[in-house]
């Protein structure tokens, strides 16, 4: 069963952003990769650095910034391959950013999500 | 097989095993309204079949194994989640040897209580869950016991079960450090089943009032499921002791009786016996817990009907544990009332004055308790306001009239 885990920040927390967090981020990827959980993921640049685009009528519409204004933003997101919710919570809460921000596990519907999207993207 | 003895015999199947199918199929599928689905066609079946081919020897076998043949159709139909493939597999095997040797079916109706009450459900839907899955109760009765519509309860209940399913919440009992939380968790489910069929006994007969008894039911259940659980043979004595007291509550007129003026010769022996026991066996396990707490003080109460007077400080003492482990208003406003009844009304009142105002404001236990506290302290006119306060707070007539009328006594 494939979870998303969905790490929510405030600009305060994008902001404090250190070498300490970042290695601690890497060693709880290193953590999920080791257990043979992992299956994707990655932390996210601040929200000023994202554009965002949409079709409306067949024309391009592209904009600054995130989606919505919104007190807390995607700050990174990770996929593992656990047997149930339990499992999933338990890892989400070693997250390091579970300390200070939220983490939201939803399921991956896994009829859209074909077990070997990495080797489709090589 | 006559047509009425086969319906006798399906109706003493559901009475006495639905909890336990639900169970069964639901842990092996992780699909709780899918295995309800699946029964409810095996029953069906039952009531097509048993009539003219008698009734099957192992009736629960026979009812599985039609549960799973459907499971089986509804999976091919439908995207399966991967990790169940295997479950809904050995679902088969089992249902196979089930038919075949003399076992019973294993009891997991403990894993469904948990996955009840799970911290992803919404809390909103974790009683009424319970009520549905381990009694087989339908939505409507429950809806009217909570006061809600049909309709809406329906749409909670449906919402959470797909959340069990699409979220695979895994059908286990956790293990220790998570399973005292997680206990703690069902046991606030069943009582608040039980408090929402008690606030309102003076229908009795009703639907809400029958809610206690389902309470008192899936408690019982419990602690045949978890017999080494101090705490969840306390909240079923708990509830058994407050039920005994049912006939006394209201006076022929319908009046309200506060508790320590009831005639205790109202109250139900066997009930106040059996919550006894329980306490009992519970103390043994030398783990105190919200519940025993609770429930030791309502045994004192019981007591009354013995020795014919209640030990305010002996209550006094238990609410300053419960006040410590489980510091909500409730036991906070009990222990001011014990500290007052055991001859220190002036403390008690402090006691009641250090709770702060913010979580008192809608709170009627609280006004009650300082009415009759401030006119133990002969501040009559305060405690006329108090009164009057916790009168507009009630829903219950019976209750508001008792409340009115304590606000008359102290002109």
């Given at each position: ?122 | ?17 639905y909890g ?110 319970m009520l549905q899955t381990v009694l087989g109760i339908?939505?409507?009765?429950i ?50 089943a ?20 389902d309470a008192?039911a899936i408690?019982?259940t ?190």
């Amino acid at each position: 069963m494939k979870y998303a885990m969905l790490v929510y920040q405030s600009q305060e927390t994008f902001d404090r952003r250190d070498d300490a967090a970042i290695a601690a981020g890497r060693a709880y990827g290193e953590a999920l990769q080791a257990a043979g959980v992992f299956v994707g993921g990655a932390g996210l640049d601040s929200p000023q650095a994202a554009t965002t685009v949409s079709l409306r009528d067949g024309k391009r519409r592209v904009h600054d910034g995130p989606y919505a204004e919104t007190k807390e933003f995607l700050g990174g997101f990770g996929i593992i391959d656990v047997p149930n919710l339990d499992t999933a919570l338990e890892w989400a809460a070693r997250h390091p950013a579970a300390a200070h921000s939220s983490i939201e596990i939803r399921p991956l519907m896994g009829f859209y999500f074909p077990g070997g999207a990495n080797k489709a993207s090589q | 097989m006559s047509k009425s003895s086969a319906h006798a015999a399906i109706e003493a199947v559901a009475r006495d095993s639905y909890g336990r199918l639900i169970a069964y199929v639901a842990s092996r599928a992780g699909d709780v309204a899918g295995a309800e689905d699946a029964l409810s066609d095996a029953f069906a079946a039952a009531l097509e079949r048993w009539p003219t081919d008698g009734v099957p020897q192992k009736p629960e076998a026979w009812l599985l194994r039609v549960a799973r043949n459907r499971m089986i159709d509804v999976t091919r139909r439908r995207q399966v989640r991967e990790n169940y493939e295997k479950s809904f597999l050995q679902l088969a095997d089992e249902a196979e040897e089930l038919a075949a040797t003399n076992e019973h079916f294993p009891d997991e109706r403990l894993k469904l209580l948990f996955v009840c009450a799970h911290p992803a459900i919404d809390p909103a839907a974790r009683t009424p869950l319970m009520l549905q899955t381990v009694l087989g109760i339908d939505a409507a009765r429950i809806a009217s016991a909570f006061l809600v519509s049909p309709a809406a309860m329906s749409q909670r209940l449906v919402r959470a079960k797909n959340k069990i399913r699409d979220a695979a919440i895994p059908f286990r009992v956790p293990e220790p450090p998570e399973l005292e939380e997680r206990v703690w968790f069902v046991l606030d489910g069943i009582y608040s089943a039980y408090t929402t069929g008690w606030e309102s006994l003076t229908e009795v007969g009703s639907t809400h009032h029958a809610l206690a008894a389902d309470a008192i039911a899936i408690g019982r259940t419990l602690v045949q499921l978890m017999p080494s659980e101090p705490e969840a043979r306390g909240l079923l004595a708990l509830m058994l002791h407050c039920e005994a007291r049912s006939a006394a509550r209201y006076a022929s007129n319908g009046e309200f009786v506060p508790l320590d003026q009831q005639d205790s010769a109202l109250w139900s022996r066997p009930m106040m016996d059996e919550a006894e026991n329980h306490l009992r066996s519970a103390a043994a396990f030398k783990r105190m817990g919200r519940y025993q707490l609770e429930a030791a003080i309502q045994s004192i109460h019981a007591n009354r009907a013995v020795s014919g007077i209640i030990n305010w400080p002996e209550i006094a003492l238990l609410y300053e544990g419960l006040a410590q482990i489980a510091p909500g208003i409730g036991s906070l406003v009990g222990r001011a009332v014990a500290i007052a009844q055991a001859g220190n009304p002036a403390e008690g009142f402090a006691a009641l004055e250090e709770i702060p105002a913010s979580r008192v404001a809608t709170y009627q236990p609280y006004w009650a308790a300082r009415g009759h506290l401030l006119k133990m302290l002969n501040k009559k006119s305060e405690a006329q306001e108090a009164f009057t306060r916790a009168a507009s707070l009630t829903d219950d007539p019976a209750l508001r009239d008792y409340l009115f009328k304590r606000v008359s006594e102290n002109a």
